[in-house]
């Protein structure tokens, strides 16, 4: 189950050899026994069967500090879309979904070289009651969906995203303390 998104991958590319395919993204899997199922929202076709496979986590931010410190913890079933648009005029060109998994993990799988377009990863809802709040600087992470800038392979790994708790952990202070972050 874990190589799902590959072997999808792989299927979307050999289609779009042969013709016109929808793809579609696919949740992160880990060890457990429940299939991953397909998210809605067509993945475009590539001509030359190019994809890339964006990979990130989504996690809880118990010290509203907008980065992880190890009080953080992940945030299974988030719902993450990865979005594409042209820089010009802004229009949407690409939408996949994926859901996070049990570690916080997802995978999302595009297909097709987006060189010219603006793309990113984005969570809107936490499933997490404890942990509510959309953070303000980590909710979006951008990513590059082409390989003609430089970046070898075709695993784009997103930086983490996340939500808030709305009170501080007291344990706060003492872990931002170790790290060198006084006077919060």
């Known amino acids: 189950m874990a190589n799902y998104a590959a072997v999808l991958a792989l ?4 289609s779009s050899i042969v013709g016109p395919v929808t793809c579609r ?4 899997t880990s060890t457990n026994t429940t299939a991953p199922s ?10 030359n069967g190019e994809s890339f496979v964006v990979q990130g986590k989504v996690y809880c ?5 907008q980065f992880p410190t190890k009080l953080s913890y992940p945030v299974p079933n988030t719902k993450v879309v990865l979005r594409c648009r042209e ?15 049990a570690n916080g993990m997802y995978s999302i799988t595009a297909v097709g070289d987006h060189e010219e377009e ?3 990863v984005r969570i809107t809802e936490s499933p997490d009651s404890k942990c509510p709040e959309v953070m303000d600087d980590e909710s979006i992470a951008r990513v590059s969906l082409t390989d003609k800038n430089g970046v070898r392979g ?18 706060c202070k003492e872990i931002l303390a170790e790290i060198g972050i006084i006077g919060i």
Do not use: H, Q, Y
């Open 25 to 28: 993204a696919t949740t992160a």
């Open 38 to 47: 397909p998210a809605p929202g067509p993945a475009p076709s590539s001509p």
């Open 61 to 65: 931010d118990p010290c509203r500090i």
């Open 154 to 171: 075709k695993t784009r790994m997103a930086n983490p995203i996340g939500f808030m708790v709305k009170e501080i952990d007291p344990r």
């Open 11 to 14: 299927f979307c590319t050999i």
């Open 118 to 120: 603006i793309c990113d």
């Open 87 to 101: 820089r010009e005029s802004g229009g949407e060109t690409c939408k996949l979904e994926g859901t996070s998994d």
